[in-house]
């Protein structure tokens, strides 16, 4: 990579998000754009948008992936710094970015460690840190990928990684949490069934049991308190409810 100065384009995707819209904006300091790409928000998710300065463009739902790259596509420039409504640049990771703008990329991506908070409390343990993902990047060397869920940049080029935290502010609620995980199961059993897998009992009775001993005790969840616990229960649960609502849509599920 040469080392010539660039423009960046911030990219959101948007479904009511007027709770998280103005936070991860309003960390964007270091963008030269930022677009929202809305897909039919009911709440202030536009006007918040657009009175802080983004450029906002509706457009219907095509899925995490998909509509993450009609956003790459419409952006000004062509390096793309992509988050989340729910997430936001740290103090740190912004003078990171910005130093990258002053001397130019050294890589045609980087990835960065993402700090979640989960039910108010940083958590550095669980499975759930670094998390690194593929945030800065230049669109002509990257595409996103992934039909249901589990999106992610593909990097055709070098990738560098950067040292400080994009911070994600995921579940307030244990509610919050049920009710975004209905829809995820969903896409997650859609996935299964869509790559032919078929799920035995065992896996079933099982996989959920695996999942809470690895994320409780060999992925250190203890150490996270009560919210770890938390975690590594609704962890199992998230895997339990996967694997059942793909048994129920497989097209030989007899009646």
């Given amino acids: 990579m040469s080392g010539a100065v660039i423009r960046i384009t911030a990219t959101i995707i948007t479904f009511n998000e007027e709770r998280n819209v103005a936070r991860v904006i309003e960390s964007l300091r270091c963008c030269d754009e930022i677009?929202?790409?809305?897909?039919?928000?009911?709440?202030?998710?536009?006007?918040?948008?657009?009175?802080?300065?983004?450029?906002?463009?509706?457009?219907?739902?095509?899925?995490?992936?998909?509509?993450?790259?009609?956003?790459?596509?419409l952006a000004a420039n062509d390096w793309i710094l992509a988050l989340d409504a729910d997430e936001s640049l740290s103090e740190a990771l912004e003078a990171e970015i910005w130093q990258i703008k002053k001397t130019g990329p050294q890589y045609?991506?980087?990835?960065?460690?993402?700090?979640?908070?989960?039910?108010?409390?940083?958590?550095?343990?669980?499975?759930?840190?670094?998390?690194?993902?593929?945030?800065?990047?230049?669109?002509?060397?990257?595409k996103w990928v992934g039909q249901f869920v589990h999106e992610s940049v593909v990097v055709h080029g070098s990738?560098?990684?950067?040292?400080?935290?994009?911070?994600h502010f995921t579940c307030n609620s244990l509610?919050?949490?049920?009710?975004?995980?209905?829809?995820?199961?969903?896409?997650?059993?859609?996935?299964?069934?869509?790559?032919?897998?078929s799920v035995s009992y065992a896996r079933l009775l099982f996989d959920p049991a695996w999942t809470f001993i690895q994320t409780y005790f060999l992925k250190q969840g203890f150490l996270d308190g009560v919210e770890g616990l938390a975690i590594a229960y609704m962890a199992a649960l998230y895997n339990f409810i996967k694997y059942a609502k793909a048994r129920d849509m497989s097209p030989g599920r007899k009646e």
Avoid: C
């Fill in 108 to 142: 045609d991506g980087y990835t960065v460690p993402r700090l979640a908070q989960y039910l108010g409390r940083w958590i550095l343990h669980s499975g759930w840190y670094p998390d690194r993902k593929v945030r800065l990047f230049d669109r002509r060397k990257a």
């Fill in 35 to 73: 677009l929202v790409l809305d897909s039919g928000s009911n709440d202030r998710t536009v006007e918040i948008a657009t009175k802080l300065g983004a450029r906002v463009v509706e457009a219907s739902w095509h899925g995490y992936a998909a509509q993450k790259n009609i956003a790459t596509e």
């Fill in 159 to 167: 990738v560098g990684h950067l040292k400080s935290n994009v911070l």
């Fill in 175 to 197: 509610s919050e949490h049920l009710r975004s995980m209905d829809g995820y199961t969903t896409l997650a059993a859609q996935d299964i069934v869509a790559r032919g897998k």
